[in-house]
């Protein structure tokens, strides 16, 4: 299994700001995944990170919204750019070591 | 789309087993069934998975029919620490390029003492 935080672990952020939210993980892993969690509902997935090469997104989801970065194996961040209140939601990272483990997730609330 | 089908919800009593079905109609010869919990608040959590054997772990046993439409999640004892919301989820295998998980909306496990 893999130890996951993340930080911050919630944020009130204004409308038309950013939020860089941090993914650490305490052993070295090819593939990071984050999600997102919208109020009462399931979680979705923004993005696939592997280390060395650019994020793969899903649908709905753009770069220039989500900005990923995945400088080594152990360390990712996401963006959420350019907030509106539809963004309030928990973003978690995940990690796969034969199975995906979860982090605790990062609660966000835009004003 | 989610690939499985679950109840929306699911009520337990404290120390009797808890079945929790779903439903994979269209899974494929190559894809597992993966199923994990998220307790409130919290990021989810792996539990067990399996291609067509039933398996079991500390946490639970999986038993999937012959024909792998459908499966069983099965908590022996549930505890008041079992409630959660419980995915079933059909993948590929984890070691897989195209592995990824796709959640649906889950089963919501009550367990009452």
């Known amino acids: 299994s893999a130890v996951i935080s993340q930080k911050p672990s919630r944020d009130i952020c204004q409308r038309g700001t950013s939020l860089t939210i941090q993914c650490q993980v305490d052993?070295?892993?090819?593939?990071m995944f984050w999600y997102r969690q919208q109020p009462g509902q399931s979680l979705t997935l923004i993005a696939t990170?592997?280390?060395?090469?650019?994020?793969?997104?899903e649908s709905g989801f753009v770069i220039d919204k989500f900005p990923i970065s995945r400088p080594n194996l152990t360390f990712s961040t996401l963006t959420v750019s350019n907030m509106s209140p539809e963004d309030s939601s928990i973003y978690l990272c995940?990690?796969?070591?034969?199975?995906?483990?979860f982090g605790p997730g990062t609660r966000l609330t835009v004003t | 789309d989610a690939k499985t089908t679950q109840p929306p919800s699911m009520d337990c009593a404290e120390g009797r087993a808890a079945n929790l079905p779903c439903n994979h109609s269209?899974?494929?010869?190559?894809?597992?069934v993966y199923w994990y919990r998220q307790i409130h608040s919290q990021g989810p959590q792996y539990i067990i998975h399996?291609?067509?054997n039933n398996e079991t772990n500390e946490m639970a046993s999986l038993i999937i029919t012959e024909d792998r439409k459908s499966s069983t999640l099965i908590l022996p004892h549930a505890t008041l620490r079992d409630t959660a919301v419980y995915y079933c989820?059909?993948?590929?295998?984890?070691?897989?390029?195209?592995?990824?998980?796709?959640f649906g909306k889950g089963t919501l496990l009550t367990v009452n003492p």
């Open positions: 995940s990690v796969q070591m034969g199975q995906q483990y």
């Open positions: 052993s070295q892993v090819t593939m």
């Open positions: 990170a592997n280390q060395g090469s650019e994020a793969t997104y």
């Open positions: 269209t899974i494929s010869g190559n894809e597992y």
């Open positions: 399996g291609l067509k």
């Open positions: 989820i059909v993948s590929t295998n984890s070691g897989g390029s195209n592995y990824k998980l796709t």
